[in-house]
């Protein structure tokens, strides 16, 4: 994610020194992505950047009471510039509903494209509408097909055609066993309210040196239910690196992504949240769990 970021930077500045330099090595082409996309795109001559938009005409959101139209704030785009030679930057938002989340966000990572922030952009709408953010750098032969097939996949999965599992779990009914979650993930939890909370780990940077999981830096899991059905949500608690593999590890096991996020501003190295949830039997779901936390392990940067 820094790279991308530090690459998005470098082209900003680059803009503003030299833009006729980079217009003129700016070389887009626009048939291709028309065509592949099914989308119209623009040349902007003056940023040497190409902008693509798809309009959510599909969806019919209402946000208390107000009918949202793509005008104002249901409309998916991506902008290529040129980052130097026949190297170029992608950078967008995909307006998604929750349930086209996941697939999405498969695509855009299995064709190399980054997924840098995931968030809510309205109050009481409904359906929930998110908007994901992706960027990449590299060849335009690649990017452009890659954005391609993410608006693609966001036909594909309009209208919940890809619908989220669902149960009727109520805490104040838990019956799940705490010791089946403790033996598979080697840890110990807290019982309160019929919601099980165990803490995994945490991860440091300069601003939590001095007090660890206490400022909200930690990795933890919360398990409500059953044994033969229970729901799980929590926070993976990673460093910006690091966070494009654990999202490809959570998806491959079926996690659902909620939101991907940091929660300070200043820290160094940087630290990205990314909350999730999924539904099945408790041994399952810890079990799940544990084979991304191996993940964590394993891909996990040093401490500064």
Known sequence: ??????????????????????????????DRLERLAGVKAVLDTKESAMN????????????????????NGLTCWATFKVL???????????????DQVNPVMSV????????????NEFAGDSPRVMVMRIGGTGPLNQLTPAVAKVFTKIGETSGGKDEMPKADIDP?????????????????GKLAQGVYKITLGNI??????????????????????????AAIDGDFALHEKD??????????????????????????????????WKIGSTANLAKELKKVLETQKTTATDRP
């Open 52 to 71: 693509v938009t798809l309009p959510r005409n599909d969806l019919k959101v209402i946000a208390n009471g107000v009918r949202l139209t793509p005008a």
């Open 108 to 119: 855009a990572l299995d064709n190399g494209l980054e997924v840098t922030a995931l968030h």
């Open 243 to 276: 966070v494009q593999k654990m999202l490809k590890a959570l998806l491959n096991d079926g996690f659902q992504i909620v939101s991907i996020h940091n929660q300070t501003m200043g820290e160094e190295p940087g630290i990205v949240s990314i909350r999730y």
């Open 204 to 229: 440091q940077s300069k601003m939590t040196d001095a007090s660890g999981m206490s400022m909200r830096s930690s990795t933890w899991a919360e398990f409500v239910g059953s044994d033969e059905q």
């Open 172 to 188: 104040a009914k838990t019956t799940l066993n705490p010791t089946i979650i403790d033996s598979i993930l080697d840890g110990k």
């Open 84 to 98: 130097y030679k026949d190297q170029y930057v992608v950078i967008g938002d995909q307006i998604l509903t929750e």
């Open 1 to 30: 994610m820094r790279n991308f970021i530090g690459a998005f930077a470098f082209v900003i500045l680059c803009s503003a020194v030299q833009p006729t330099l980079l217009a003129q090595s700016a070389t887009f082409d626009i």
